[in-house]
């Protein structure tokens, strides 16, 4: 290195953390760590308020926008310098904007790396009773599959033996980029062709089949699956940074999600089916891909189609939108153009005709051009991991399970880093290149795949794509652009509505009326219940003791009718015994007048049956009374 870069490094803002790489003139320069290792909640950043963190932020008029966040984290990165602290709803992110800094989590990384889950497509995946793929997996689930499938993906040679196929693929997406050219020569919707050629391409790797994507019209499936990718992701970035409220309510936003991704399913699941079962009724593998995972006794057919559908999930967007970038610089710098086109036509030359996607995937210029064209505008702007330890980062503690996250942008456009980063400059990455680059920082621009054990399992794959298009592209046209430059956006979240901050809005306002709507419910029923449960209360106690009443009159009403017939009884008997007294005295005078004869036994009969007769009415009488008090 030398010593203008080395004055240069020392003065920039990542001074205090400049890590030299073994034998650097900078070895002195360590003593720039800071002494002693600061608490993680004191690393600097934009202050926030609890739970919404510094959402609110993203809503001030001039303020961040999410739909670039690069810039957010490239423009904080400057303000509080190597290593910032932010949150969000739902997630804390340590920024760490030093490649030195960075190496330290690369170097700690694990066999089971974890980055942010997309938790959408994690609660999708479990709702619908899927498996969580390649993508979404963590921990052994993950590697289990990952081992699998990397021995195909990650292969050079397992690569290339698709690359014919693909060639064939880049041959026929210049054809028909030729066709629809309009009168200025200019292709209309450039990034649509993009998106349909980089379909079929990777179909081709899965399915070892041709879609169709690029005849004058789409089948009705290759278009649904067009139009439903796009969806899956203009709807899932919000949803990511949002609080994750669709865990529990299914908001408008989720069922968008949702429906998207079914489509996308479904079409996957049926493509993937369709040629396991033409391989099984004809006994000979069409899908090398998919025979190799049917063969592998980890797998079965959910599986094997889970992955299929990944890889079309993943390897569209990602190769389309890096190609336009590629595409893009080029025709903005018709220099490197021609240097290109220069080495394509030399190569040729020297192989005596067309080259072989070996032959391309060697044409170093072509690699400097992607490299660079990544470089400016990173379509991996950051690439994160969860800490698995305890670690020193920038002089700050790093607790294990934390969220530390490489700002790519940031670093790929910083001055002290790259010179003239703003400049499209492909010879910067050639090894003639005009400046010695730091090998850490020179390292970059693998980080556009991630690193480690994770790293983007269809890198290989999409460099030769890339790789195939660009070469034959060049080689058959002149680029050129004539309209306003153009500048990165996250465009998966600005298509959805004019910002994504809207749509987070919109997210918080259903979440909001939904608490308001499950609120109002909650109160109305708690008042229902609480009256039915008045009213019951009072119809009992009403009822108990009306009945209690009941009970204890007839209980008085029984005691005054015994009371009563005690009291009769006890007057017949006495009557009885004063007649019984009468009679006795009668017949004691009796004796004199004995003499009375016939007629007094008759008076005598007379006067028992009178008795006996007043005695029955009285009886009778008894009875009536009775049976009155009775009632
Ligand atoms: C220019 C194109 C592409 C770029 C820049 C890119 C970038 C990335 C990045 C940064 C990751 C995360 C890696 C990490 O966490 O360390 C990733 C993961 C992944 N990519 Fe790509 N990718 C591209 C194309 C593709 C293609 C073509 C496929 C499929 C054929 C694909 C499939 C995947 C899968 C399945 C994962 C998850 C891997 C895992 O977690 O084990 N990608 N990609």
């Not at 980055?115 to 689930?141: C, F, K």
């Not at 379509?379 to 490489?406: C, F, K, L, W």
């Not at 983007?456 to 660009?470: D, K, M, P």
Request: with cysteine; glycine share 8%.
């Amino acid at each position: 290195m030398n010593r203008g870069k080395l004055k240069k490094l020392i003065k920039c803002p990542f001074r205090k953390t400049l890590e030299p790489f073994e034998g650097s003139p900078l070895s002195e320069d360590v003593s720039a760590e800071p002494a002693g290792v600061r608490p993680f909640n004191s690393i600097p950043g934009p202050q926030g308020l609890p739970f919404i963190g510094n959402l609110l932020e993203y809503f001030k008029k001039d303020g961040p926008r999410f739909d670039k966040l690069f810039e957010v984290h490239k423009q904080r990165s400057e303000e509080y310098g190597p290593i910032y602290a932010e949150s969000l709803p739902n997630f804390h992110n340590v920024v760490i904007s030093s490649p030195w800094e960075y190496n330290k989590v690369i170097r700690a990384e694990g066999k089971l790396p974890q980055r942010r889950a997309m938790e959408p497509i994690s609660h999708y995946r479990l709702t619908r009773g899927m498996g969580l793929g390649l993508v979404t997996a963590q921990g052994e689930e993950w590697y289990q599959q990952r081992t699998v499938v990397s021995k195909k993906m990650l292969k050079l040679n397992e690569v290339t033996s698709f690359a014919g196929e693909m060639a064939h693929v880049a041959d026929d997406f210049v054809t028909r980029l030729d066709s629809v050219r309009d009168a200025e020569s200019e292709v209309p919707n450039l990034e649509k062709e993009l998106f349909k050629w980089a379909m079929e391409s990777i179909a081709t790797f899965v399915f070892e089949e041709r879609l169709g994507c690029l005849g004058e019209k789409p089948t009705a499936v290759t278009q649904s699956f067009i139009d439903n990718l796009a969806g899956f992701f203009k709807t899932l970035q919000p949803l990511m940074y949002n609080v994750p409220v669709y865990k529990h309510f299914r908001t408008k936003l989720y069922k968008q999600f949702e429906g998207h991704s079914d489509k996308l399913f479904e079409i996957g699941k049926s493509l993937v089916e369709k040629k396991l079962a033409e391989m099984t009724k004809s006994g000979e593998s069409k899908s090398d891909f998919l025979q190799y995972l049917m063969d592998n006794k980890n797998m079965d057919s959910k599986k094997v189609a889970s992955v299929g559908i990944e890889m079309l999930i993943g390897g569209v967007e990602t190769v389309s939108t890096a190609t336009t970038w590629c595409l893009y610089s080029l025709a903005k710098n018709p220099r490197a153009q021609q240097k290109m086109y220069q080495e394509i036509c030399d190569a040729k030359q020297e192989a005596d005709g067309e080259l072989s996607a070996e032959q391309i995937a060697k044409l170093p210029y072509v690699k400097a051009v992607v490299k660079e064209a990544l470089r400016k505008y990173p379509i991996t702007y950051a690439t994160s991991r969860y800490t698995d330890n305890d670690m020193e980062i920038a002089g700050y503690e790093i607790p294990a399970g934390s969220h530390v996250q490489a700002n790519l942008y940031g670093m790929y456009r910083n001055a002290d880093l790259f010179y003239q980063p703003e400049e499209f400059i492909p010879e910067r990455w050639l090894k003639s290149g005009q400046q010695q680059m730091d090998p850490t920082v020179k390292s970059l621009s693998q980080l556009i795949w991630g690193h480690g054990a994770r790293m983007c399992i269809g890198r290989r794959i999409a460099e030769q794509e890339i790789h195939l298009a660009l070469s034959k592209i060049v080689n058959k046209f002149s680029l050129s652009y004539h309209h306003k430059d153009v500048e990165p956006l996250i465009v998966v979240a600005i298509v959805v509505v004019s910002a994504a901050a809207a749509v987070v809005v919109a997210e918080l306002v259903e979440v909001v009326v939904v608490v308001v709507v499950v609120v109002v419910v909650v109160v109305v029923v708690v008042v229902v219940v609480v009256v039915v449960v008045v009213v019951v209360v009072v119809v009992v106690v009403v009822v108990v003791r009306r009945r209690r009443r009941s009970r204890k009159r007839r209980r008085t009403t029984t005691k005054q009718q015994q009371r009563r017939r005690r009291r009769r009884r006890r007057r017949r008997r006495r009557r009885r015994k004063e007649e019984e007294e009468e009679e006795e005295e009668e017949g004691g005078g009796g004796g004199g007048g004995g003499g009375g004869g016939e007629g007094e036994g008759e008076g005598e009969k007379e006067k028992v049956e009178k008795e006996e007769e007043e005695q029955q009415q009285q009886q009778q009488q008894e009875k009536k009374e009775d049976e009155e008090e009775v009632k």
